[in-house]
């Protein structure tokens, strides 16, 4: 899915757990989360902690989509 | 003759220890077989005998590959066997890249050989086939018996160090290695069959295949993302509350369109996963957790993006045919455009 909107001209930061997996699809700005079950959260914070972490994740994304790449890249 | 010793490696499905709420159990080795181990027997027969069986969920394996490999590593040093089976994961893609992962690690790190198997789009085909044999099996369980023939068969060839044919001839999935081999005409003889052949518009077999080198160059970065429109798309199964067109679990026939323009923050009131292959109580808890809403709508406010699209994608890429993803993403991103998004966002479970 990222392939085909990132052929339109449209850049696609991916946001997954599994890096390889990205990686062997062919994502090219790939953002690492957390958990399979909640890549943009954790349950066992409070929920205030857990909205910062998903603001620190979402930032590296918007960071990424600003980022100029030439291959694909990792955004730890 | 003594037997050979065998290990086999399955997820935590399959050992019948739980499904998605499971999925995070760790490393154990129990003796004998379990689950599909008991099939395997039957195939292997006297030759070959399963002598312990390491469990392991598929989110803790690819969560914390790492340490996961470690303590299985240990486990099968113990062990000592003869070969190596993990699987098979058929299109369960976190399963696949555990046995990839664990297989491959098995072979290289303790020399032992080892074998999996798995359906040819299982993202763990392409992750792992130049390092081991992956032998080519169904989409789904109700392919287990032929799988686990199949499988058991080419085990007893590597273990009798028998010569393994071709891929095709085998039933493994292409490695993407060469092999020298004698043939009765020369190269130029052939090639100008094959010319002929073409010429004729006959069939003919090329014997070097292109590689498909199925990439897409990144696209241009965001200039000024305080304009930009933001689009979300995931395949994480986030849907209204009750899924109202019925999205399936698994092997998605369709994908959803829905307009979040009025959400502020997704609650367990108006969203949830219909996502068959994940633990779904967080996400039913707070759909938040797997397409970010609420942060989103923050940063439209303080203009650090320009503007969140009104309405998001969804799908649930679990055992979801790639050309049915590919259609979906393809009709996505035409609507994208004539929407004038600048950049989206896709978030994977």
């Given amino acids: 899915m990222v392939k085909e909107i990132e052929k339109t001209g449209i850049p696609v930061a991916h946001l997954c757990t599994i890096v390889p997996i990205s990686k062997t699809v062919g994502a090219n700005r790939i953002i690492p989360t957390i958990a399979i079950p909640y890549p943009l959260g954790n349950p066992s914070l409070t929920e205030k902690e857990e909205k910062d972490l998903r603001r620190g994740i979402v930032e590296n994304a918007i960071k990424a989509l600003e980022t100029e790449i030439t291959e694909q890249t990792v955004f730890q | ?349």
Avoid: W
């Avoid at chain 2, 390092?131 to 392919?143: D, L, R």
């Avoid at chain 2, 696209?219 to 798309?233: E, L, T």
């Avoid at chain 2, 938040?288 to 942060?295: A, H, L």
């Fill in chain 2, 1 to 349: 003759m003594s037997k050979y010793k065998i290990v086999h490696y399955i997820n935590q499905f399959y050992a019948g220890i739980g499904g998605e709420d499971m999925a995070n159990y760790e490393p154990e080795k129990r003796e004998g077989f379990v689950g599909p181990g008991q099939a395997f027997q039957g195939n292997l027969k006297d030759e070959a005998e399963i002598t312990a069986t390491i469990i392991c969920g598929d989110s803790y394996y690819n969560e914390n590959m790492e340490e996961a490999k470690n303590k299985i590593l240990s486990m099968v040093k113990e062990e000592n066997p003869d070969l190596f089976i993990a699987g098979p994961a058929f299109n369960a893609g976190r399963y696949g890249m555990a046995c990839g992962d664990i297989a491959s690690s098995v072979e290289k790190e303790l020399g032992i050989k080892s074998i999996t198997g798995m359906y040819i789009e299982n993202p763990g085909v392409d992750s792992y086939k130049k390092n081991i044999y992956i032998i080519e099996t169904k989409n789904s369980a109700a392919g287990m018996r032929k799988a686990v023939k199949s499988m058991s068969k080419f085990g007893l060839k590597l273990l009798n160090n028998e010569e393994i044919l071709s891929p095709s001839e085998e039933g493994y999935i292409k490695r993407g290695l060469r092999k020298n081999i004698f043939v009765e005409k020369r190269g130029s003889e052939r090639a100008v069959d094959m010319l002929i052949k073409k010429l004729k518009k006959e069939e003919f077999t090329t014997e070097f295949p292109m590689p498909k080198f199925d990439r897409v160059p990144p696209s241009p970065a965001i200039k000024d993302m305080s304009k930009a429109k933001i689009a979300i798309v995931t395949s994480g199964g986030i849907v209204p509350i009750n899924n109202p067109d019925h999205i399936e679990a698994s092997s998605a026939s369709k994908y959803g369109k829905y307009d979040i323009s009025r959400f502020k923050d997704l609650t367990c009131e108006d969203h949830e996963t219909a996502h068959g292959g994940y633990d779904p109580s967080y996400a039913n808890e707070d759909a938040d957790r797997v397409i970010p809403i609420d942060v989103l709508r923050d940063m439209e406010k303080s203009n650090r993006i320009g503007k969140l699209h009104n309405y998001f994608y969804t799908t649930t890429g679990n055992g979801t045919a790639v050309a049915n993803a590919k259609a979906f993403a393809a009709e996505i991103a035409q609507e994208l455009i004539s929407d004038g998004v600048d950049a989206v966002i896709l978030t994977s479970t």
